[in-house]
């Protein structure tokens, strides 16, 4: 009840703010992107983290002005970060199955795109793969009306869900992001493991997909999916989410 409270007054009262996690290319280890993660700062709850918050918003539907509001933060930043001069990058941003079933989803954020006078090339949204899998005709045609109007699109937690490979090539998406309890995977003792992630990351590349592993923690998980040839990796050994600032410095930023 206290969250549930604390989520009526965040957009009003400004509680809300983004942290960015940075994605890294595994070939040259250049930077690749970055994923907007919400945070609420509560003055009297603390820093909630949407572990904690997410969920609840799902349920009484306060995530879909929520994640508006993520869209035009997102739009912001990439702005203020150019009007700093520094380069930009491609910033994912999260959609829940309660946002992807908004009829007037896209024309939405469009709208705030456009107001933001931000590209659409600059932005990502990140489907998990269960929501995807909910209703299949429809999250295609979602991505498919997505990528007209120039958004890429990736599928998150890709392996959590009960998907038929199948239907993974219906979607067209771009990107495919390996759960992290894979990636974990990759330092048992055993191979199996391994097989599974080279299994994904080849499933995707015959797609035509690039592959990101999620949750890289340990130098010898980068060390294996750099030799599965995996395309991007996120997680905490390469870099936790970032302020604004701490991320402008990945941008080239001063430090
Ligand atoms: O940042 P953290 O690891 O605590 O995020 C926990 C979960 O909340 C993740 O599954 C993440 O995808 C989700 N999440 C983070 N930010 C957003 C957001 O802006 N919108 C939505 N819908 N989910 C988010
Ligand atoms: O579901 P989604 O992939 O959007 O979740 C992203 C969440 O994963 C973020 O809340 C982020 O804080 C968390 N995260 C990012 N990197 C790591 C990592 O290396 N290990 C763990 N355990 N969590 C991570
Ligand atoms: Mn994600
Ligand atoms: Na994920």
């Known amino acids: 009840l206290q ?47 949407p572990a904690e918050f997410i969920s609840i918003a799902e349920r009484n539907g306060q995530i879909v002005p929520i994640g508006y509001w993520v869209v035009r933060e997102a739009c912001r930043q990439i702005r203020r970060w150019q ?43 990140e489907i998990t793969e269960t929501a995807a899998m909910h209703d299949v005709r429809r999250t295609a045609e979602t991505v498919h009306a997505f990528q007209k109007c120039g958004f890429e699109v990736a599928i998150d937690d890709f392996g959590t869900g009960y998907s038929s490979l199948a239907y993974l ?3 067209r998406v771009r990107q495919l992001k390996i759960d992290r309890f894979f ?16 299994a994904i990351i080849k499933l995707a590349h015959s797609l035509g997909m690039n592959v990101v592993a999620e949750g890289v923690e340990t130098e010898s998980q980068r060390e294996k999916l750099e030799a599965l040839r995996c395309d991007q990796l996120q997680g905490y050994l390469l870099g ?14 001063p430090g």
């Open 3 to 49: 969250i549930q409270q604390a989520l009526h007054e965040a957009l009003d009262k400004e509680y809300f703010s983004l942290r960015f996690q940075p994605k890294f290319y595994g070939r040259d280890g250049a930077l690749a992107g970055a994923e907007a993660l919400l945070r609420l700062n509560h003055p009297t709850l603390g820093l909630l983290s």
């Open 83 to 125: 009007a700093a001069g520094l380069k930009t990058t491609k910033v994912a941003i999260n959609l829940s199955p309660r946002q992807l079933a908004q009829p007037d989803l896209l024309e939405t954020i469009q709208e705030i795109v456009h107001a933001e006078r931000m590209s659409p090339e600059k932005i990502m949204f």
């Open 169 to 171: 090539q219906r979607f």
């Open 183 to 198: 990636v974990d995977g990759l330092d048992a003792h055993d191979s199996e493991g391994t097989a599974i992630v080279a």
């Open 240 to 253: 936790v989410p970032l302020t604004p600032d701490a991320f402008g410095v990945l941008l080239g930023g």
